[in-house]
Protein backbone atom coordinates (compact mmCIF):
# COMPACT_ATOMS: atom_id res chain seq x y z
CA UNK A 1 0.00 0.00 0.00
CA UNK A 2 2.75 2.48 0.87
CA UNK A 3 4.72 3.88 -2.12
CA UNK A 4 8.47 4.27 -1.45
CA UNK A 5 9.53 7.06 -1.52
CA UNK A 6 12.63 9.09 -2.29
CA UNK A 7 13.69 12.78 -1.05
CA UNK A 8 16.18 15.21 -0.22
CA UNK A 9 16.78 15.88 3.37
CA UNK A 10 17.65 19.69 3.49
CA UNK A 11 19.96 21.07 6.00
CA UNK A 12 19.29 24.65 7.73
CA UNK A 13 21.61 26.40 9.58
CA UNK A 14 19.11 29.50 10.31
CA UNK A 15 20.29 31.76 7.28
CA UNK A 16 20.59 29.25 4.54
CA UNK A 17 21.20 25.80 3.55
CA UNK A 18 24.19 24.13 4.66
CA UNK A 19 26.14 20.64 4.06
CA UNK A 20 27.50 18.62 6.48
CA UNK A 21 30.00 15.76 6.85
CA UNK A 22 29.61 13.60 9.78
CA UNK A 23 27.75 16.73 11.28
CA UNK A 24 29.91 18.91 10.87
CA UNK A 25 31.66 21.84 8.89
CA UNK A 26 28.34 23.18 7.57
CA UNK A 27 29.40 24.28 4.08
CA UNK A 28 27.07 26.64 2.17
CA UNK A 29 24.88 25.66 -0.10
CA UNK A 30 21.78 28.28 -1.39
CA UNK A 31 18.31 29.61 -0.41
CA UNK A 32 16.04 26.97 0.40
CA UNK A 33 13.15 28.78 -1.48
CA UNK A 34 15.28 28.84 -4.81
CA UNK A 35 16.43 24.89 -3.87
CA UNK A 36 12.65 23.53 -3.69
CA UNK A 37 11.75 25.31 -6.75
CA UNK A 38 14.37 23.10 -8.60
CA UNK A 39 12.87 19.81 -6.32
CA UNK A 40 9.45 20.94 -7.98
CA UNK A 41 10.90 20.78 -11.00
CA UNK A 42 12.25 17.34 -10.38
CA UNK A 43 8.90 16.02 -9.38
CA UNK A 44 10.60 14.76 -5.73
CA UNK A 45 8.14 12.70 -3.36
CA UNK A 46 8.06 14.89 -0.10
CA UNK A 47 10.52 17.34 1.26
CA UNK A 48 12.88 17.38 4.01
CA UNK A 49 14.26 20.34 5.82
CA UNK A 50 15.85 20.24 9.44
CA UNK A 51 16.94 23.78 11.37
CA UNK A 52 20.63 21.90 12.78
CA UNK A 53 20.97 24.90 14.98
CA UNK A 54 16.90 25.61 16.47
CA UNK A 55 17.35 22.67 19.14
CA UNK A 56 21.45 23.54 20.26
CA UNK A 57 21.13 27.37 20.25
CA UNK A 58 18.35 26.86 21.10
CA UNK A 59 15.70 29.14 19.37
CA UNK A 60 11.83 28.12 17.74
CA UNK A 61 11.17 27.71 14.28
CA UNK A 62 11.57 30.08 11.63
CA UNK A 63 7.98 30.38 10.97
CA UNK A 64 7.95 32.63 8.34
CA UNK A 65 10.65 30.85 6.30
CA UNK A 66 8.57 27.90 7.12
CA UNK A 67 5.34 29.19 5.82
CA UNK A 68 7.26 30.49 2.61
CA UNK A 69 8.81 26.87 1.68
CA UNK A 70 5.08 25.13 2.47
CA UNK A 71 3.93 27.75 -0.19
CA UNK A 72 6.69 26.69 -3.06
CA UNK A 73 6.36 23.24 -2.15
CA UNK A 74 4.16 21.26 -4.60
CA UNK A 75 5.08 17.66 -2.59
CA UNK A 76 4.30 16.95 0.91
CA UNK A 77 6.70 19.02 3.58
CA UNK A 78 8.14 17.70 6.64
CA UNK A 79 10.05 20.12 9.51
CA UNK A 80 12.57 19.27 12.29
CA UNK A 81 14.27 21.48 14.36
CA UNK A 82 13.42 23.56 17.32
CA UNK A 83 10.14 22.11 18.23
CA UNK A 84 9.48 22.79 21.70
CA UNK A 85 5.50 22.70 22.63
CA UNK A 86 2.11 21.04 21.20
CA UNK A 87 1.61 25.09 20.15
CA UNK A 88 4.52 25.02 17.91
CA UNK A 89 3.30 21.54 16.38
CA UNK A 90 -0.38 23.33 15.55
CA UNK A 91 1.30 26.55 14.27
CA UNK A 92 3.49 24.82 11.74
CA UNK A 93 0.53 22.48 10.41
CA UNK A 94 -1.05 25.52 9.89
CA UNK A 95 1.45 26.60 8.02
CA UNK A 96 0.93 23.42 5.62
CA UNK A 97 3.72 21.36 6.93
CA UNK A 98 2.64 18.01 6.92
CA UNK A 99 4.68 16.32 9.23
CA UNK A 100 6.97 17.30 12.69
CA UNK A 101 9.97 15.63 12.72
CA UNK A 102 10.89 15.57 16.50
CA UNK A 103 14.40 14.47 18.03
CA UNK A 104 16.02 16.62 20.83
CA UNK A 105 12.13 16.64 22.40
CA UNK A 106 11.74 13.19 22.44
CA UNK A 107 14.78 13.30 24.95
CA UNK A 108 13.80 15.80 26.80
CA UNK A 109 10.48 16.30 26.58
CA UNK A 110 8.82 13.07 25.58
CA UNK A 111 5.42 13.92 27.05
CA UNK A 112 5.38 16.82 24.74
CA UNK A 113 5.25 14.24 22.17
CA UNK A 114 3.09 11.72 23.28
CA UNK A 115 0.46 14.56 23.39
CA UNK A 116 1.19 15.93 19.88
CA UNK A 117 1.00 12.36 18.61
CA UNK A 118 -2.52 11.80 20.15
CA UNK A 119 -3.88 15.26 19.34
CA UNK A 120 -2.77 15.29 15.41
CA UNK A 121 -2.37 11.71 14.95
CA UNK A 122 0.75 9.55 14.76
CA UNK A 123 1.08 10.26 10.97
CA UNK A 124 1.70 13.46 11.13
CA UNK A 125 4.69 13.45 13.61
CA UNK A 126 8.15 11.59 12.57
CA UNK A 127 10.90 10.75 15.41
CA UNK A 128 14.58 11.46 13.84
CA UNK A 129 17.17 9.25 15.62
CA UNK A 130 20.37 10.24 14.81
CA UNK A 131 23.28 7.16 15.87
CA UNK A 132 26.81 6.93 15.23
CA UNK A 133 29.35 4.30 16.69
CA UNK A 134 31.33 4.97 19.99
CA UNK A 135 34.78 4.14 20.23
CA UNK A 136 33.85 1.88 24.05
CA UNK A 137 30.30 1.72 23.76
CA UNK A 138 29.26 0.37 19.87
CA UNK A 139 26.30 2.30 18.15
CA UNK A 140 24.91 4.84 20.30
CA UNK A 141 21.68 7.45 19.79
CA UNK A 142 22.99 10.95 19.96
CA UNK A 143 21.74 14.13 20.06
CA UNK A 144 23.55 17.23 19.51
CA UNK A 145 21.79 19.50 21.44
CA UNK A 146 21.56 17.67 24.55
CA UNK A 147 19.17 15.14 26.17
CA UNK A 148 20.41 11.23 25.99
CA UNK A 149 19.17 8.23 26.77
CA UNK A 150 20.81 4.26 27.66
CA UNK A 151 18.28 2.50 25.01
CA UNK A 152 20.16 1.07 21.96
CA UNK A 153 19.47 2.45 18.71
CA UNK A 154 16.56 -0.39 17.76
CA UNK A 155 15.32 0.36 21.36
CA UNK A 156 15.33 3.79 21.00
CA UNK A 157 12.96 3.43 17.51
CA UNK A 158 10.90 1.47 19.28
CA UNK A 159 10.10 3.37 22.18
CA UNK A 160 9.58 6.31 19.60
CA UNK A 161 6.80 3.67 17.61
CA UNK A 162 5.31 2.28 21.00
CA UNK A 163 5.89 4.37 23.53
CA UNK A 164 5.71 8.31 22.20
CA UNK A 165 3.37 6.82 19.24
CA UNK A 166 4.94 8.58 16.15
CA UNK A 167 4.02 7.63 12.94
CA UNK A 168 7.28 7.20 11.12
CA UNK A 169 11.09 6.64 12.24
CA UNK A 170 13.77 9.06 10.35
CA UNK A 171 17.13 6.98 10.59
CA UNK A 172 20.17 9.15 10.38
CA UNK A 173 23.38 7.42 10.30
CA UNK A 174 25.82 10.30 11.79
CA UNK A 175 28.78 8.62 10.66
CA UNK A 176 27.88 8.24 7.12
CA UNK A 177 26.45 11.76 6.62
CA UNK A 178 27.94 13.59 3.91
CA UNK A 179 30.78 10.71 3.10
CA UNK A 180 28.90 9.05 -0.20
CA UNK A 181 29.64 5.67 1.22
CA UNK A 182 26.01 4.15 0.80
CA UNK A 183 23.87 3.40 3.49
CA UNK A 184 24.17 1.54 6.95
CA UNK A 185 22.29 -0.99 5.21
CA UNK A 186 22.73 -3.16 8.96
CA UNK A 187 21.50 -0.85 11.14
CA UNK A 188 18.55 -0.09 8.56
CA UNK A 189 17.54 -3.43 8.62
CA UNK A 190 17.34 -3.86 12.20
CA UNK A 191 15.37 -0.78 13.09
CA UNK A 192 13.28 -1.69 10.03
CA UNK A 193 12.45 -5.05 11.67
CA UNK A 194 12.30 -4.36 14.65
CA UNK A 195 9.21 -1.29 14.20
CA UNK A 196 6.50 -1.75 12.19
CA UNK A 197 5.77 2.13 11.24
CA UNK A 198 7.28 3.34 8.07
CA UNK A 199 11.34 4.11 8.03
CA UNK A 200 13.18 6.68 6.23
CA UNK A 201 16.76 5.68 5.53
CA UNK A 202 19.14 8.86 5.68
CA UNK A 203 23.20 9.66 5.77
CA UNK A 204 25.28 8.39 2.75
CA UNK A 205 23.88 8.46 -0.51
CA UNK A 206 25.89 8.46 -2.90
CA UNK A 207 24.59 6.86 -6.07
CA UNK A 208 21.70 5.57 -7.88
CA UNK A 209 22.50 1.55 -6.67
CA UNK A 210 22.93 2.95 -2.70
CA UNK A 211 19.23 4.06 -3.41
CA UNK A 212 17.86 1.24 -5.19
CA UNK A 213 19.94 -1.38 -2.79
CA UNK A 214 17.98 0.62 0.34
CA UNK A 215 14.96 0.10 -0.72
CA UNK A 216 15.12 -3.14 -2.07
CA UNK A 217 17.40 -5.01 0.53
CA UNK A 218 16.50 -3.04 3.83
CA UNK A 219 12.39 -2.80 4.85
CA UNK A 220 12.82 0.84 4.17
CA UNK A 221 10.13 2.65 3.13
CA UNK A 222 11.71 6.07 1.91
CA UNK A 223 15.44 7.08 1.14
CA UNK A 224 16.55 10.38 2.13
CA UNK A 225 19.54 12.06 0.38
CA UNK A 226 21.84 15.02 1.40
CA UNK A 227 24.85 15.76 -0.67
CA UNK A 228 23.62 14.08 -3.88
CA UNK A 229 20.72 16.64 -4.37
CA UNK A 230 23.11 19.40 -3.58
CA UNK A 231 26.53 18.65 -5.08
CA UNK A 232 27.33 18.06 -8.86
CA UNK A 233 29.60 14.91 -7.37
CA UNK A 234 31.70 14.55 -4.40
CA UNK A 235 34.39 16.98 -3.93
CA UNK A 236 32.64 19.61 -6.39
CA UNK A 237 30.87 22.16 -6.65
CA UNK A 238 27.22 22.90 -5.34
CA UNK A 239 24.27 21.59 -8.02
CA UNK A 240 20.57 21.33 -6.74
CA UNK A 241 19.59 18.04 -8.31
CA UNK A 242 17.55 14.93 -7.45
CA UNK A 243 17.91 11.67 -9.35
CA UNK A 244 14.85 10.10 -11.75
CA UNK A 245 12.60 7.60 -10.08
CA UNK A 246 12.05 5.66 -12.34
CA UNK A 247 15.99 4.70 -12.25
CA UNK A 248 15.69 3.85 -9.14
CA UNK A 249 11.89 2.32 -8.10
CA UNK A 250 11.17 1.79 -12.12
CA UNK A 251 7.68 3.98 -12.27
CA UNK A 252 6.68 7.18 -12.61
CA UNK B 1 -10.13 34.45 -12.80
CA UNK B 2 -9.94 31.81 -10.46
CA UNK B 3 -10.47 32.72 -7.04
CA UNK B 4 -9.40 30.38 -4.57
CA UNK B 5 -11.49 30.43 -1.35
CA UNK B 6 -9.13 31.29 1.84
CA UNK B 7 -11.86 30.93 4.85
CA UNK B 8 -9.05 30.18 7.26
CA UNK B 9 -8.47 26.46 6.80
CA UNK B 10 -5.03 25.95 6.47
CA UNK B 11 -1.88 27.37 3.79
CA UNK B 12 -3.53 27.32 0.72
CA UNK B 13 -0.73 29.41 -0.97
CA UNK B 14 0.63 26.35 -2.50
CA UNK B 15 -2.68 25.83 -4.81
CA UNK B 16 -2.10 29.27 -5.81
CA UNK B 17 1.52 28.79 -6.85
CA UNK B 18 0.85 25.33 -9.00
CA UNK B 19 -1.85 27.38 -10.71
CA UNK B 20 0.34 30.31 -11.54
CA UNK B 21 3.13 27.27 -12.67
CA UNK B 22 1.02 25.85 -14.95
CA UNK B 23 0.12 29.25 -16.78
CA UNK B 24 -3.77 29.39 -17.59
CA UNK B 25 -6.25 32.27 -15.79
CA UNK B 26 -4.61 34.56 -13.17
CA UNK B 27 -5.88 33.10 -9.54
CA UNK B 28 -6.43 35.10 -6.45
CA UNK B 29 -6.25 33.92 -2.73
CA UNK B 30 -9.79 35.34 -1.37
CA UNK B 31 -12.37 35.66 1.15
CA UNK B 32 -14.37 38.61 -0.34
CA UNK B 33 -17.77 38.14 -1.15
CA UNK B 34 -17.47 39.86 -4.22
CA UNK B 35 -14.46 38.74 -5.99
CA UNK B 36 -16.21 35.11 -5.45
CA UNK B 37 -19.48 36.88 -7.60
CA UNK B 38 -17.17 37.38 -10.14
CA UNK B 39 -15.12 34.27 -9.94
CA UNK B 40 -15.07 32.52 -13.49
CA UNK B 41 -14.06 29.46 -11.35
CA UNK B 42 -14.13 28.58 -7.64
CA UNK B 43 -11.24 26.48 -5.82
CA UNK B 44 -12.47 25.47 -2.39
CA UNK B 45 -9.23 23.68 -0.78
CA UNK B 46 -8.67 23.32 3.16
CA UNK B 47 -7.33 21.26 6.14
CA UNK B 48 -9.09 20.79 9.16
CA UNK B 49 -12.68 19.87 10.77
CA UNK B 50 -16.06 19.94 8.82
CA UNK B 51 -17.91 22.38 11.14
CA UNK B 52 -15.33 24.36 11.59
CA UNK B 53 -15.05 24.88 7.73
CA UNK B 54 -18.49 25.72 7.50
CA UNK B 55 -18.73 28.03 10.46
CA UNK B 56 -15.78 29.71 8.86
CA UNK B 57 -17.85 29.93 4.56
CA UNK B 58 -20.80 31.71 7.06
CA UNK B 59 -18.86 33.66 9.16
CA UNK B 60 -16.82 35.19 6.00
CA UNK B 61 -20.42 35.43 3.88
CA UNK B 62 -19.45 32.72 1.35
CA UNK B 63 -22.46 30.51 1.39
CA UNK B 64 -24.67 32.79 -0.62
CA UNK B 65 -22.04 33.42 -3.39
CA UNK B 66 -20.57 30.08 -3.53
CA UNK B 67 -24.21 28.37 -4.06
CA UNK B 68 -24.91 31.13 -6.67
CA UNK B 69 -21.22 30.51 -8.75
CA UNK B 70 -22.50 26.79 -7.96
CA UNK B 71 -26.11 26.49 -8.62
CA UNK B 72 -27.27 29.78 -10.75
CA UNK B 73 -23.56 31.02 -12.92
CA UNK B 74 -22.50 27.42 -12.68
CA UNK B 75 -18.84 28.16 -12.66
CA UNK B 76 -16.29 25.47 -12.31
CA UNK B 77 -16.00 24.09 -8.72
CA UNK B 78 -13.18 22.17 -7.22
CA UNK B 79 -13.23 21.40 -3.39
CA UNK B 80 -9.62 19.71 -2.45
CA UNK B 81 -9.54 17.62 0.52
CA UNK B 82 -12.32 18.97 3.69
CA UNK B 83 -12.71 21.74 0.50
CA UNK B 84 -14.51 18.00 -1.47
CA UNK B 85 -16.12 16.50 1.90
CA UNK B 86 -18.23 20.52 2.09
CA UNK B 87 -19.74 19.61 -0.61
CA UNK B 88 -21.62 16.87 0.41
CA UNK B 89 -24.46 16.64 2.61
CA UNK B 90 -23.28 16.23 6.16
CA UNK B 91 -20.47 14.46 7.43
CA UNK B 92 -20.08 12.03 10.54
CA UNK B 93 -17.01 14.50 11.69
CA UNK B 94 -19.75 17.34 12.94
CA UNK B 95 -23.21 18.55 12.87
CA UNK B 96 -23.55 21.17 10.30
CA UNK B 97 -24.96 20.39 7.61
CA UNK B 98 -22.62 20.13 4.28
CA UNK B 99 -23.12 22.48 0.95
CA UNK B 100 -25.37 19.71 -0.14
CA UNK B 101 -24.53 20.15 -3.71
CA UNK B 102 -23.22 16.35 -4.20
CA UNK B 103 -25.56 13.48 -3.17
CA UNK B 104 -23.08 12.21 -0.57
CA UNK B 105 -22.54 11.86 3.09
CA UNK B 106 -18.91 12.38 4.75
CA UNK B 107 -18.03 9.28 6.46
CA UNK B 108 -15.18 8.31 9.11
CA UNK B 109 -12.49 5.41 8.34
CA UNK B 110 -12.97 2.53 10.25
CA UNK B 111 -10.36 -0.31 10.36
CA UNK B 112 -10.45 -3.36 12.58
CA UNK B 113 -7.02 -3.13 14.89
CA UNK B 114 -6.01 -6.52 12.73
CA UNK B 115 -5.42 -4.64 9.73
CA UNK B 116 -3.39 -2.83 10.81
CA UNK B 117 -4.28 0.41 9.04
CA UNK B 118 -3.91 3.86 10.20
CA UNK B 119 -6.10 6.63 10.48
CA UNK B 120 -5.56 9.20 8.93
CA UNK B 121 -4.93 7.82 5.39
CA UNK B 122 -1.77 9.77 4.50
CA UNK B 123 0.63 9.04 1.76
CA UNK B 124 0.90 8.69 -1.80
CA UNK B 125 -1.81 6.53 -3.43
CA UNK B 126 -2.74 5.41 -6.92
CA UNK B 127 -6.32 6.56 -8.43
CA UNK B 128 -8.13 5.01 -10.78
CA UNK B 129 -10.59 7.09 -13.22
CA UNK B 130 -14.03 5.52 -12.81
CA UNK B 131 -15.60 7.23 -16.09
CA UNK B 132 -13.78 9.87 -18.47
CA UNK B 133 -13.49 13.57 -16.76
CA UNK B 134 -11.51 16.52 -17.56
CA UNK B 135 -9.61 16.06 -13.97
CA UNK B 136 -8.34 12.15 -14.25
CA UNK B 137 -7.43 10.98 -17.75
CA UNK B 138 -4.78 10.06 -19.88
CA UNK B 139 -3.28 6.29 -20.18
CA UNK B 140 -0.69 6.79 -17.10
CA UNK B 141 -0.44 5.27 -13.81
CA UNK B 142 -1.27 8.43 -11.47
CA UNK B 143 -0.95 8.57 -7.72
CA UNK B 144 -1.63 11.43 -5.59
CA UNK B 145 -0.84 12.86 -1.46
CA UNK B 146 -3.44 12.04 0.41
CA UNK B 147 -3.76 13.14 3.86
CA UNK B 148 -8.11 12.29 5.36
CA UNK B 149 -9.78 10.29 8.22
CA UNK B 150 -12.93 10.83 6.38
CA UNK B 151 -14.16 9.73 2.95
CA UNK B 152 -17.03 10.76 0.68
CA UNK B 153 -19.64 8.57 0.06
CA UNK B 154 -21.73 9.27 -2.96
CA UNK B 155 -25.24 7.86 -3.25
CA UNK B 156 -25.16 8.10 -7.21
CA UNK B 157 -22.64 6.10 -9.29
CA UNK B 158 -22.56 8.64 -11.36
CA UNK B 159 -20.92 10.92 -9.76
CA UNK B 160 -18.13 8.84 -8.63
CA UNK B 161 -14.66 10.25 -11.12
CA UNK B 162 -12.19 8.09 -9.22
CA UNK B 163 -11.29 5.66 -6.36
CA UNK B 164 -8.44 4.79 -4.23
CA UNK B 165 -7.90 2.40 -2.35
CA UNK B 166 -6.65 2.04 1.84
CA UNK B 167 -8.27 -1.17 2.99
CA UNK B 168 -11.26 -1.02 0.45
CA UNK B 169 -11.83 1.16 -2.63
CA UNK B 170 -13.07 4.72 -1.46
CA UNK B 171 -14.51 7.63 -3.61
CA UNK B 172 -11.45 9.60 -4.14
CA UNK B 173 -12.65 12.50 -6.81
CA UNK B 174 -16.42 13.48 -7.65
CA UNK B 175 -17.90 15.40 -10.17
CA UNK B 176 -21.59 16.66 -11.02
CA UNK B 177 -21.88 18.86 -14.14
CA UNK B 178 -19.68 21.79 -13.01
CA UNK B 179 -18.94 20.52 -9.37
CA UNK B 180 -16.05 18.81 -8.81
CA UNK B 181 -14.18 17.08 -5.65
CA UNK B 182 -10.97 15.38 -4.65
CA UNK B 183 -9.85 14.27 -1.54
CA UNK B 184 -6.13 14.48 -2.59
CA UNK B 185 -4.22 17.04 -2.53
CA UNK B 186 -3.10 17.97 -6.19
CA UNK B 187 -0.73 20.65 -5.02
CA UNK B 188 1.26 18.50 -3.20
CA UNK B 189 1.33 16.20 -6.00
CA UNK B 190 3.70 17.36 -8.60
CA UNK B 191 2.96 16.58 -11.86
CA UNK B 192 0.39 14.67 -11.29
CA UNK B 193 -1.44 17.70 -9.66
CA UNK B 194 -0.75 19.70 -12.30
CA UNK B 195 -2.14 17.67 -15.17
CA UNK B 196 -5.29 17.61 -12.51
CA UNK B 197 -5.54 21.48 -12.60
CA UNK B 198 -5.06 21.67 -16.07
CA UNK B 199 -8.13 19.90 -17.09
CA UNK B 200 -9.92 21.56 -14.45
CA UNK B 201 -8.99 25.23 -16.00
CA UNK B 202 -9.99 24.18 -18.96
CA UNK B 203 -13.13 22.00 -17.84
Known sequence: MALKRIMPCLLFDGRALVKTVRFRNPQYIGDPINAIKIYNEKEVDELVLLDINASRDPRPPQFDLIKECASECFMPFSYGGGVQSVEQFARLYKLGVEKVIVNTLCLKSPDTVREATRQYGATSVVGAVDYKRTFLRGQQVYSAAGGRTRRSVVDHCRYLADDLGVGEILLYSVDRDGTWTGYDLETIRMVGEAVSIPLIACGGAGNVAHLRQVLAETPANAAALGSMAVYQKQGMGVLINFPQRRLILGDD | ?203
Open chain 2, 1 to 203: MIAIVDYDMGNVASVANMLKRIGGPPSVLTRDPEVLRRAERIILPGVGAFDKGMRNLSAFGLRAPLDEAALERRVPILGICLGMQLLTKSSEEGAEPGLGWIDATTRRFRFPADTGLKVPHMGWNYVVAKRPNPLINGADRKRFYFVHGYYVECTRPEDVLGTACYGADFVCAIGRENIYGVQFHPEKSHKFGMALLEGFVRA
